[in-house]
């Protein structure tokens, strides 16, 4: 089939309706001959129906349904050795209130059904297949936050979310956001923002039931290291400045991150440990001449991963998905990037552009 992504939306005075259909077929890079040669399917379909309703000057609301269907399969020429299947249904309410003068205030929650309806793994060459997990997921959020202008340099914003899932134990993960934005000049503005976010593991990473330790009969490659257990959760702590002089936009960002029960990408999705580390971003455009721009950017992080104490990377035999240098630094992750080019508009249809980077 070809491929396709396709949105069509419409409205109704105060109801919108939002169709999504997605499909993707494409083969698995092989650096090696080999027969069959697998491929991928993903595919999506969705719909969301919202209800927005102004009650007041001061207060609305918000309704919004939803159903997904999603699928992914990994097929050789003969079999489906890979296939997940699920059907998410969504719901949200919400409120904002402007009444209070200079905040604008909005809280809600948010349920979700996740409709497991297939999980099955098929070796490749074997006969038999076998259920990753058959167990339906649920979880609620619920978040409330407020943006306030005090004046026209200054606005708060703060807010708090708290997320519950059946996916990883029974526990309710807070997060939340906070920053002061504030405008010095007409030409510099600075932010300062702290967010804590947390993302669940997928079903194939918490409820596996055929990879991981201590599963029946595991394949050698996915079977001695843990399923994940618990949410990744992320702190941030940023400060912005953008700076216009002249014919120049300059951005900088200093910023630092932690990453606890860091899941890894590799089978069967273990939580092995914690990454922390601070960077700075630098940009620059400058406008040489009504057609030349001149621009840069600079990143540089410096960030460390320390393994959780029950857990071995050598010994559970992932150190090839999460693989760090004497220095506990990721490897494949770049420490210093540069980037720098000259666009030149030769005329309206035609732009030039050069870069270099390291």
Same mark, same amino acid.
């Given at each position: ?36 040669? =697998? ?6 379909? !969705? ?24 699928? &992914?399969?990994?097929?050789?020429? +003969?079999?489906?050795w890979l296939s997940l299947t699920q059907m998410d249904w969504n ?13 604008? *205030?909005?809280?809600?929650? #948010?349920? @979700?059904?996740?409709?497991? &309806? ?5 070796? +490749? ?23 306030? $202008?005090?004046?026209? #340099?200054?606005?708060?914003? /703060? !807010? *708090? ?12 993960? =807070? ?9 010095? $000049?007409?030409h510099w503005t600075s932010k300062i923002m702290l967010n804590k %976010? ?8 918490a409820l596996n039931e055929i990879w991981g330790l201590g599963a029946? %009969?595991?394949?050698?490659?996915? !079977?001695?290291?843990?399923? /994940? ?20 936009? &300059? /951005? ?5 991150? #932690? ?55 050598? /010994? ?5 998905? #999460? ?6 630094? *990721? @490897? ?13 508009? @030769? ?8 870069? *270099?980077?390291?």
């Amino acid at each position: 089939q070809p491929d396709h992504f396709i949105v069509a939306n419409g409205q109704y005075h105060d109801w919108s309706v939002q169709l999504t259909s997605y499909h993707k077929d494409f083969y698995e890079l092989r650096l090696t001959p080999g027969d069959p040669e =697998p491929h991928y399917v993903d595919e999506m379909r !969705g719909i969301e129906i919202k209800h927005q309703h102004e009650v007041n000057k001061d207060l609305s609301t918000l309704l919004s349904l939803s159903s997904v269907y999603k699928s &992914m399969g990994r097929h050789s020429s +003969e079999t489906a050795w890979l296939s997940l299947t699920q059907m998410d249904w969504n719901a949200e309410a919400g409120l904002t209130y402007t009444g209070i003068k200079g905040h604008v *205030l909005q809280t809600g929650i #948010q349920l @979700i059904y996740e409709d497991n &309806m297939e999980a099955i793994f098929q070796a +490749e060459g074997s006969p038999i297949k076998q259920t990753f997990y058959d167990k339906d997921t649920s979880g609620v959020g619920f978040y409330i936050d407020d943006q306030y $202008t005090v004046n026209d #340099q200054l606005e708060l914003v /703060a !807010g *708090l979310r708290f997320d519950y899932n059946t996916l990883v134990n029974d526990q309710v993960y =807070p997060s939340g956001r906070a920053a002061v934005i504030y405008k010095a $000049t007409d030409h510099w503005t600075s932010k300062i923002m702290l967010n804590k %976010s947390t993302r669940m593991p997928s079903p194939l990473a918490a409820l596996n039931e055929i990879w991981g330790l201590g599963a029946p %009969s595991p394949p050698v490659w996915a !079977g001695s290291s843990p399923t /994940a257990d618990k949410a990744e959760e992320l702190v941030t702590l940023e400060w912005g400045n953008i700076v216009y002089f002249d014919k120049t936009r &300059m /951005a900088i960002n200093l910023y630092y991150q #932690q990453l606890d029960n860091f899941i890894t990408w590799g089978s069967p999705h273990s939580n092995v440990g914690n990454y922390d580390g601070w960077g700075v971003e630098l940009s620059l455009n400058q406008e040489l001449t009504q057609n030349i721009s001149l621009w840069g950017n600079l990143s540089y992080v410096d960030s460390t991963f320390e393994t959780s104490d029950s857990f071995d990377l050598a /010994a559970n035999n992932v150190d090839a998905h #999460q693989a760090i240098d004497d220095s506990d630094r *990721l @490897i494949g992750a770049p420490q210093l990037t540069i980037n720098a080019g000259i666009d030149t508009r @030769i005329s309206d249809d035609i732009l030039f552009s050069t870069q *270099l980077r390291y």
